[in-house]
């Protein structure tokens, strides 16, 4: 058991002004793994006047001096990989190859990544006798989920670093011992006191807390659709600046010259990577209707190939969903789609056999998806693929746009031509052709209602800056 109740505020462990806890579960078993404390608003007051006493002079360090600190953390984090690793496992119930190979990886990535903008970003520019300066927006509101425990929060860390802004995080509730790693790793790099400090709690009070409290410029959120809006609603109120990272319902058209067995093994491993807990997973693909039986038959073919299992087990491929709440609401989206009429080629309802306890879903597939169905417009946020068809290029662009989101899309084809066509006519912020990896100086964000503003990269630092004209600078 780990019981981790205190805060990290100010540079020091402190416990919280409440007595309340909150139990985190491990997915795989159902046990209970520790406890956090619920946060109280006073700890949210306490950690917010830590973060703003420490802005002025953070945000005037050097470039080199930030430089020199995002690469301290990535060296310490790396000595935790170990920690990370079997943490992001037992609180998410990720395999532990995948939570080494994408979750610990990506985590890291963007630390050093941000040190390497730093080296070539300029925060003046002079336009004749005006100078224009970028500036760190304050202090920051850092709000993130539970389906990347490392990712998620790193990226907003290190560009608010690297922009010279002090933060708040609250981190998910279901997965918070990721991010008590980060601040001893963030302690350990001589981070100084009052630039990170951690409020766990409930969206309910510290989240909310957050979005409403005057003393923070601006808040970067990665989560649902409907608490974006409500947090949203309450920064208006105080005219903070707001970026929302919000769900998708990707689109994946595979072009009609392309290998159909390859192109349902990159369909299925993207649709049920971590469990499908993706915000950019690719939940419809989109196939030329002459070739669905083929794939179809392909998909079914390859499945075996992504086992679901203990994510303890080497072979296994995706682990359980987070919590009941999510097998819950998994199973719901599995019988609408059976209810709508789509054809269920593979999975279905209950638990997988010998999986019974644990969150654990079937890999679900269903064809003759019509893209009006509730399963090809909600996000299900589970290891369920949805198949459309297509007659012709025109038809699968617009398939792929009738959606509310616009976070990411897939193509998948040889033509070049083509592949740009269908690149540049998808309204989503990121377009991935043939299973390319991650790029991490790319931004990441989305159109529509997946959300605005981007991370990662650049422009992901831009986000923590303040645009300020001085006119009439000597030179
Ligand atoms: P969520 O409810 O939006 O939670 C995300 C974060 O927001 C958590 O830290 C949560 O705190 C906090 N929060 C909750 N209510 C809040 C409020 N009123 N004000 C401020 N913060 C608040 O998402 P979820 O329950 O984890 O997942 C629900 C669905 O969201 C998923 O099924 C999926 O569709 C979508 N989702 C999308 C992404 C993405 O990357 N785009 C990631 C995760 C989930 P708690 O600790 O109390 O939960
Ligand atoms: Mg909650």
Known sequence: MRSHLKHFINGEWV??????????????TEEVIGQISNGTEEDLDKAVAAARA????????????????????????????????????QELGAPLKMSYKMHYNMGLSHFRQAAKELETFEFSERRGSTLIRKEAIGVSGLITPWNFPTNQTSTKLASAFAAGSTVILKPSELT??????????????GLPKGVFNLVNGSGEIVGNGISSHPDIDFVSFTGSGAVGQKISE???KTVKRVALELGGKSPLIVLDDYDVKKAAKMA??????????????????????????????????????FPVGDPRDEKTYYGPLVSEKQYD?????????????????????GKPEGLEKGYYVKPTVFADVKN?????????????????TYENLDEAIEIANDTIYGLAGYVIGEDEVTVDRVASSIRAGRITVNQAPADFSAPFGGYKQSGFGREWGDYGIEEYLEIKAVVGMPS
Not at 15 to 27: D, F, R
């Open 15 to 28: 416990a919280s002004t409440g007595s309340e806890t909150i139990n985190v579960i491990n997915p795989a």
């Open 54 to 89: 420490a802005f002025p002079s953070f945000s005037q360090t050097s470039k080199q001096e930030r430089i020199d600190l995002l690469n301290r953390i990535a060296d310490e984090y790396e000595k935790r990989k170990d920690d990370i690793v079997e943490m992001i496992t």
């Open 176 to 189: 918070p011992y990721a991010a008590i790693i980060l601040a001893e790793v963030f302690e350990a790099a």
């Open 234 to 236: 309450n920064a208006a």
């Open 268 to 305: 299925v491993a993207n649709v049920l990577t971590n469990s499908g807990q993706v915000c950019t997973a690719a939940t419809r693909t989109l196939i030329p209707k002459s070739k669905k039986d083929e794939f179809v038959k392909a998909v079914k073919e390859v499945l075996p190939q």
């Open 329 to 349: 609401r998994v199973q719901e989206y599995i019988k609408k789609g059976q209810s709508e009429g789509a054809t269920l080629v593979a999975g279905g309802t």
């Open 372 to 388: 009006d169905m509730i399963i090809a417009q909600e996000e299900i946020f589970g290891p369920v693929m949805s198949i459309l």
